[in-house]
């Protein structure tokens, strides 16, 4: 066995609202090869298990009574390249924005729209990923995972084996706890078209004088609007928004928007409306607000932010009461994005 199990281990620096919990037993997976050894692990079966990526779609309430495995797994290859289209590979534990660089600086376009979003590779599927009008989906191939339970037996997945949705994939459902993501393959272009629609990006770029954009110009601009109202978790904890924007039947969508003419919303599949949560919150009053060390940022009223020092329990009643204030006023319920430990 070659990995090395610590007990009773911080989880602070481990996940992105700096939530200072502790793990029963952590380890670290830097090789596939590991995963045999791990699985048959006493502290495995022992359970329960917890696979870590960047910490940031999480929140930790207590301790984690289990064992917890920080998925580490490096590397990025080229798999196919057409001369026009690449297919590429990169392992579960790179950075995500590390390797939005990376591709971007190699030529290939088609991520540059989720520039700096937190996290690693292997997680961006799971909630599939979104920002400025594309998904994660949008780009990806294929997703390779090891089987759980066939002794990590690598199993890949196509794309539409993945049934991506809003913030939502099989890796939440059926295959949650059975398929880890080792690895994503994407496919990128040398000359895709670049998405500049969202009302945003084409403010940024205006604003920059820049009226032929390269996908660089692109992220740049992502990158510039994150930085202007999303709270960097290195200086202020959060783990990006904290509510999904709810998405309504057509018939509540039509009576709410009578009463709140201005509420930014988007049409969603089936003829539902999708409402802007942050909007919700905001006109609510809550942009801001704390009770003790826990906040709703005060540029963005979707996230949740820990001033320094709040516990899990903390973050988690500031939610309930914007739900309870949402629900109130507007009689919309809000559904947390991270997963709640
Ligand atoms: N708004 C307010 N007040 C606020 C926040 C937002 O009035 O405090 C309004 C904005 O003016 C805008 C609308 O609500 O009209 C939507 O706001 P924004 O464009 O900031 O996007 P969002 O819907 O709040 C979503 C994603 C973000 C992603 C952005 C950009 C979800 C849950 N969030 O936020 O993703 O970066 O769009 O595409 O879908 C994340 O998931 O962690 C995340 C940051």
């Not at 930014?264 to 599949?269: D, E, V």
């Not at 500031?318 to 709640?340: K, N, S």
Request: proline letters at 4%; one cysteine or more.
């Amino acid at each position: 066995m070659s990995f090395t199990l610590i007990s009773e281990h911080p989880l602070t620096a481990l996940n992105t609202f700096g939530i200072a919990v502790n793990a029963r037993h952590f380890t670290t997976l830097t090789e596939r090869a590991d995963l045999p050894a791990l699985l048959t692990s006493e502290a495995y079966h022992q359970g329960p298990v917890l696979w870590l990526g960047g910490g940031s779609n999480l929140l930790f309430t207590r301790d984690y009574p289990g064992l917890v495995v920080k998925v580490a797994l490096r590397g990025v290859q080229v798999l196919a390249d057409d001369g026009d289209t690449v297919l590429v590979e990169a392992a579960a534990g790179e950075t995500w924005h590390d390797f939005v660089c990376h591709t971007l600086a190699e030529g290939w376009a088609g991520l540059e729209n989720l520039s700096l979003i937190p996290g690693t590779v292997g997680a961006a599927p799971i909630q599939n990923i979104g920002a400025y009008g594309v998904e994660v989906k949008d780009r990806l191939d294929s997703v390779v995972c090891a089987d759980l339970s066939d002794g990590g037996a690598e199993v890949i997945l196509a794309n539409a084996d993945c049934r991506f949705g809003y913030r939502d994939s099989v890796f939440k459902h059926e295959a949650a706890g059975r398929l880890l993501v080792t690895a994503v393959r994407f496919r990128l272009s040398r000359h895709a078209a670049l998405k500049t629609g969202y009302g945003d990006i084409q403010r940024e770029l205006d604003a920059q004088g820049i009226a032929t954009p390269t996908a660089q110009d692109v992220a740049r601009a992502v990158i510039a609007i994150r930085q202007s109202k999303l709270p960097d978790p290195a200086v202020l904890g959060n783990a990006g928004s904290f509510f999904k924007n709810p998405v309504i039947d057509a018939e509540a969508a039509a009576a709410l928007l009578a009463r709140f003419p201005t509420l930014p919303h988007y049409p969603a599949a089936d003829g539902r409306v999708k409402l802007a949560a942050g909007w919700l919150i905001d006109q609510a009053g809550l942009k801001g607000y704390r009770q003790g060390a826990a906040g709703v940022h005060e540029k963005q009223a979707l996230v949740l932010v820990n001033h320094g020092g709040a516990s899990g329990s903390e973050i988690r009643a500031l939610a309930q009461h914007v739900q309870d204030t949402v629900r109130a006023r507007y009689g919309v319920e809000l559904e947390p994005e991270p997963i709640v430990l």
